[in-house]
């Protein structure tokens, strides 16, 4: 990414500790394109790409605004030099985190084993893949010049950006609330950037469920009444909902839906904060086994409390005009008529089901991570948005296929006190019953405009995630 500045402003020969002084300035005067002195946003990212080596946005906004000592909106000399020199101290003392032999050079083991301290995985060949993109001189070992050079403009100063790089993101909502919590790094934590990102999330969640609310009713009516009659398909089913309560119906239950994002992801970061303490030693990094334990442990945690609010939304959603008026009086109705345990109808197949949708999603998202490190990782092992957006949509999808039919179950169970003529069935009664009069097909009714708002919904959620964050003031580690 860096190698032009081996030979043009960054001599191998240089000492490591006491670099010439022209050095900066070469580089600084590439960089100030009008010659007055001082280095403004635009120039260096024009600079930056006159040069060959574009960051991108958030990487250039992140040196400039952190270069720019006095906030005066331009780079002079003396604080794009002090910024260079800091920048390589904490270089510096990544490169001797990661020498762990300690002879001034990288090797792929060294990635391997450190990699695996931070919880990531990966093969030897993978390591190498990842040294090929920072080695300059195809010895296959990275020494601190080509270090050096290769993260001299890039915001990344630890390997563990490369972790960050393969993160589940909090800001993708597909609608369900069985995904392990998203990681933090304890800067994130200290500096409150962690609440500001779950925050964006929250509303990003919001919007997406808001905008395939009607996909996600449909679903619902299908688990529910599909049995009925092998005649409700997506187009009849729109048509009966809308006739039945007009257009509005369509988004009926949705409150319910978004109201429990804010305790469900309060409770789920707080439980998966303690499991991990109880899985993993003080100072140790978590591996991806603990993360599913604690993350699905946090999932059960986080439905445990909020449960009953899964159930007024299913009955909502189910509901006909008039028969609730809106969530205190369906929650009144149902303590009235059926006791405090109907809040939990359902609770068993639901919690069952977060361990193959939590254990599928981690294992395809590896997968297909590994897959790319192997096939793609030839100049950078940051995939970009598009790949990452694909993968935890795939991955997530996958989840979705392993529990669908618990979660059908649950739906039905949650639902089964409107049905008139219906006997109230346990979980495997349920099961038996579907599987005797509808077969195997049965247990996936309403799956189709469940991926139906699969696309819709990481798209929107990942564009207003973004969105505000940069509102909340999140900064790009």
Same mark, same amino acid.
């Given at each position: 990414?860096?190698?032009?500045?081996?030979?043009?402003?960054?001599?191998?020969?240089?000492?490591?500790?006491?670099? !010439?002084?022209?050095?900066?300035?070469?580089?600084?005067?590439?960089?100030? +394109?009008?010659?007055?002195?001082?280095?403004?946003?635009?120039?260096?990212?024009?600079?930056?790409?006159?040069? =060959?080596?574009?960051?991108?946005?958030?990487?250039?906004?992140?040196?400039?605004?952190?270069?720019?000592?006095? %906030?005066?909106? %331009?780079?002079?000399?003396?604080?794009?030099?002090?910024?260079?020199?800091?920048?390589?101290? %904490?270089?510096?003392?990544?490169?001797?985190?990661?020498?762990?032999?300690?002879?001034?050079?990288?090797?792929? /083991?060294?990635?391997?084993? /450190?990699?695996?301290?931070?919880?990531?995985?990966? /093969?030897?060949?993978?390591?190498?893949?990842?040294?090929?993109?920072?080695?300059?001189?195809?010895?296959?070992?990275?020494?601190?010049?080509?270090?050096?050079?290769?993260?001299?403009?890039?915001?990344?100063?630890?390997?563990?950006?490369?972790?960050?790089?393969? $993160?589940?993101?909090?800001?993708?909502?597909?609608?369900?609330?069985?995904?392990? !919590?998203?990681?933090?790094?304890?800067?994130?934590?200290?500096? *409150?950037?962690?609440?500001?990102?779950?925050?964006?999330?929250?509303?990003? *969640?919001?919007?997406?469920?808001? @905008?395939?609310?009607? &996909?996600?009713?449909?679903?619902?009516?299908?688990?529910?009444?599909?049995? $009925?009659?092998?005649?409700?398909?997506?187009?009849?089913?729109?048509?009966?909902?809308?006739?039945?309560?007009?257009?509005?119906?369509?988004? +009926?239950?949705?409150?319910?839906?978004?109201?429990?994002?804010?305790?469900?992801?309060?409770?789920?970061?707080?439980?998966?904060?303690?499991?991990?303490? &109880?899985?993993?030693?003080?100072?140790? $990094?978590?591996?991806?086994?603990?993360?599913?334990?604690? =993350?699905?442990?946090?999932?059960?945690?986080?439905?445990?409390?909020?449960?009953?609010?899964?159930?007024?939304?299913?009955?909502?959603?189910? =509901?006909?005009?008039?028969?609730?008026?809106?969530?205190?009086?369906?929650?009144?109705?149902?303590?009235?008529?059926? *006791?405090?345990?109907?809040?939990?109808?359902?609770?068993?197949?639901?919690? &069952?089901?977060?361990?193959?949708?939590?254990?599928?999603?981690?294992?395809?998202?590896?997968?297909?991570? @590994?897959?790319?490190?192997?096939?793609?990782?030839?100049?950078?092992?940051? !995939?970009?948005?598009?790949?990452? &957006? =694909?993968?935890?949509?795939? @991955?997530?999808?996958?989840?979705?296929?392993? @529990?669908?039919?618990?979660?059908?179950?649950?739906?039905?169970?949650?639902?089964?006190?409107?049905?008139?003529?219906?006997?109230?069935?346990?979980?495997?009664?349920?099961?038996?019953?579907?599987?005797?009069?509808?077969?195997?097909? *049965?247990?996936?009714?309403?799956?189709? !405009?469940?991926?139906?708002?699969?696309?819709?919904?990481?798209?929107?959620?990942?564009?207003?995630?973004?969105?505000?964050?940069?509102?909340?003031?999140?900064?790009? $580690?």
């Amino acid at each position: 990414m860096l190698r032009w500045l081996r030979g043009f402003v960054l001599p191998t020969a240089a000492c490591q500790d006491a670099e !010439p002084p022209t050095r900066y300035e070469i580089l600084f005067q590439a960089l100030d +394109r009008n010659g007055d002195g001082v280095v403004d946003i635009g120039e260096l990212q024009e600079g930056l790409r006159n040069l =060959g080596i574009p960051l991108g946005q958030d990487a250039e906004e992140k040196i400039f605004t952190t270069g720019d000592v006095n %906030k005066d909106g %331009k780079l002079d000399f003396e604080e794009f030099m002090k910024y260079l020199k800091d920048h390589e101290k %904490k270089m510096k003392l990544a490169f001797k985190s990661l020498d762990k032999n300690n002879d001034g050079k990288i090797e792929a /083991s060294e990635i391997v084993q /450190s990699l695996q301290t931070l919880g990531l995985t990966i /093969s030897e060949q993978q390591a190498e893949l990842i040294l090929q993109s920072i080695d300059a001189d195809g010895t296959m070992t990275v020494d601190w010049n080509e270090w050096r050079d290769y993260f001299l403009f890039n915001p990344v100063t630890d390997i563990e950006e490369i972790i960050r790089f393969w $993160k589940h993101s909090t800001g993708i909502d597909i609608g369900d609330s069985l995904t392990i !919590p998203d990681e933090f790094t304890e800067d994130e934590k200290k500096s *409150g950037q962690w609440w500001r990102q779950l925050l964006a999330g929250g509303i990003a *969640g919001a919007v997406s469920r808001t @905008s395939t609310a009607p &996909l996600d009713r449909l679903k619902i009516m299908m688990q529910v009444h599909g049995s $009925k009659s092998d005649k409700m398909n997506i187009f009849g089913g729109f048509r009966q909902m809308v006739k039945e309560g007009g257009i509005r119906s369509l988004w +009926r239950g949705n409150g319910t839906n978004v109201i429990k994002i804010a305790p469900e992801t309060a409770v789920k970061f707080w439980a998966y904060e303690q499991y991990k303490k &109880l899985l993993t030693e003080e100072g140790q $990094k978590i591996g991806t086994f603990e993360r599913f334990i604690s =993350g699905s442990m946090a999932g059960a945690t986080a439905q445990t409390f909020i449960y009953p609010m899964e159930v007024m939304k299913t009955r909502l959603a189910v =509901g006909k005009t008039g028969q609730y008026s809106g969530i205190y009086d369906c929650a009144k109705k149902i303590l009235k008529h059926e *006791g405090l345990g109907a809040f939990y109808k359902g609770y068993v197949p639901n919690l &069952l089901g977060i361990i193959p949708y939590a254990g599928i999603d981690l294992a395809v998202y590896e997968l297909l991570k @590994s897959y790319w490190l192997d096939n793609f990782a030839k100049d950078s092992v940051n !995939p970009g948005v598009m790949v990452l &957006l =694909g993968c935890g949509a795939l @991955s997530s999808t996958c989840g979705q296929l392993a @529990s669908y039919p618990l979660a059908l179950v649950r739906t039905r169970m949650q639902a089964q006190a409107m049905l008139e003529g219906s006997p109230q069935l346990n979980m495997v009664g349920l099961f038996r019953r579907i599987i005797s009069k509808e077969g195997i097909p *049965g247990l996936y009714r309403g799956i189709t !405009p469940n991926f139906m708002k699969v696309l819709p919904a990481v798209g929107i959620s990942y564009v207003v995630y973004e969105n505000m964050k940069q509102t909340l003031g999140v900064t790009q $580690k």
